[in-house]
């Protein structure tokens, strides 16, 4: 997944922003991002807290390495099968 230039702290002041009153396109214009990305930010990080969005992160990542495990062991599994099932 490609890395955001904006931190989660960056994101979530750009929300805070908006909902204390700033308009949506004054804050896109301030920050430099399109409408489209801040509601795509405004739906994965609206109503968290900072440490809420660290955990999310850290919550991604974990799923990710575990995601790519299973896969490994999977492909291991498969191979062994064919091995085994191979007549010599």
């Known amino acids: 997944m490609k890395r ?11 929300l805070k922003e ?3 009153g700033m ?3 004054d804050v896109c214009r301030k920050h430099g991002v ?6 795509k930010y405004k739906a994965r990080f609206g109503g968290l807290e900072v440490s809420d969005a660290r955990r999310l992160r850290a919550l991604e ?3 990710a390495k575990l995601k790519k495990l299973l896969a490994e062991a999977m492909l291991d599994n498969a191979i062994l099968k064919d091995v085994t099932s191979r007549k010599w």
Do not use: C, H, P
């Open 4 to 14: 955001s230039r904006f931190t989660e702290e960056q994101i979530i002041g750009m």
């Open 18 to 20: 908006q909902e204390a």
């Open 23 to 25: 308009a949506t396109a």
């Open 34 to 39: 399109s409408a489209a990305t801040f509601y």
């Open 61 to 63: 990542d974990e799923n």
